[in-house]
């Protein structure tokens, strides 16, 4: 039932009357991102007004692929990556962290997951391409959890380069960051648990045809 439930929401974006909704959720999400931005030359906080512009241009990345590439791109993909940057925008710009206690752990399992899962995918059609990456799905599922946990390192070194040069407060104490270290490793373990059950019951092969469709183009015309 619930792998059933799941494989419905990943191939909901290619359904027509669906496609539509979910274009629109999007633009919602790229709208507040923009607001964010603007938001931010509002308060005069340059160097988020610069994140900004990053993450926009990051929200726009999938449709980018989709047009100079032809991959056809779950459009759920795109869903995630904007709520992963808005989480991050609010805690930057609004400090909702001030507000809700859990806030930040949540923005960080969050865009743990979701880089967890864009890598789950990647892993997997490679794999199927290329066997001496993983020898079994244990071992994708194993990587995956070590990538999310190598994301998390970097983006804390990134927090402790903005406090060292720009006198944020990112990274407030040791216990703050063993925190949110552990609440992308949760993310990863949670992805990983997840796309255990989608590889066997075939749920992930399905989804990503189309990606492996484009990379056996590649392979055949190299």
């Given at each position: 039932?619930?792998?059933?439930?799941?494989?419905?929401?990943?191939?909901?974006?290619?359904v027509?009357?669906r496609?539509?909704?979910?274009?629109?959720?999007?633009?919602?999400?790229?709208?507040?991102?923009?607001?964010?931005?603007?938001?931010?030359?509002l308060?005069?906080?340059?160097?988020?007004?610069?994140?900004?512009?990053?993450?926009?241009?990051?929200?726009?990345?999938?449709?980018?692929?989709?047009?100079?590439?032809?991959?056809?791109?779950?459009?759920?993909?795109?869903?995630?990556?904007?709520?992963?940057?808005?989480?991050?925008?609010?805690?930057?710009?609004?400090?909702?962290?001030?507000?809700?206690?859990?806030?930040?752990?949540?923005?960080?399992?969050f865009?743990?997951?979701?880089?967890?899962?864009?890598?789950?995918?990647?892993?997997?059609?490679?794999?199927?391409?290329?066997?001496?990456?993983a020898?079994?799905?244990?071992?994708?599922?194993?990587?995956?959890?070590?990538?999310?946990?190598?994301?998390?390192?970097?983006?804390?070194?990134?927090?402790?380069?903005?406090?060292?040069?720009?006198?944020?407060?990112?990274?407030?104490?040791?216990?703050?960051?063993?925190?949110?270290?552990?609440?992308?490793?949760?993310?990863?373990?949670?992805?990983?648990?997840?796309?255990?059950?989608?590889?066997?019951?075939?749920?992930?092969?399905?989804?990503?045809?189309?990606?492996?469709?484009?990379?056996?183009?590649?392979?055949?015309?190299?």
């Amino acid at each position: 039932m619930v792998v059933k439930f799941i494989k419905t929401i990943l191939f909901s974006s290619f359904v027509k009357k669906r496609y539509l909704y979910m274009k629109f959720i999007i633009s919602i999400l790229i709208v507040i991102l923009i607001l964010f931005f603007i938001f931010a030359i509002l308060k005069e906080d340059w160097l988020w007004s610069f994140f900004a512009i990053i993450m926009v241009f990051i929200a726009f990345l999938p449709s980018l692929i989709r047009y100079y590439f032809k991959i056809k791109i779950p459009y759920l993909f795109d869903v995630f990556i904007c709520l992963a940057l808005i989480f991050h925008m609010g805690n930057g710009l609004l400090n909702l962290d001030c507000v809700i206690p859990i806030y930040n752990k949540f923005t960080h399992f969050f865009s743990a997951c979701v880089v967890a899962f864009i890598f789950l995918i990647l892993l997997f059609v490679f794999n199927e391409y290329y066997r001496g990456i993983a020898v079994n799905n244990f071992k994708i599922i194993f990587d995956i959890v070590v990538i999310t946990m190598a994301f998390g390192v970097i983006w804390e070194f990134m927090e402790w380069i903005s406090d060292y040069f720009f006198n944020l407060n990112a990274q407030p104490s040791l216990n703050d960051t063993m925190g949110d270290l552990f609440a992308d490793t949760l993310g990863g373990l949670f992805i990983a648990f997840i796309g255990y059950f989608l590889i066997k019951r075939g749920v992930l092969r399905s989804f990503s045809k189309d990606l492996k469709k484009h990379i056996k183009d590649i392979i055949e015309n190299e």
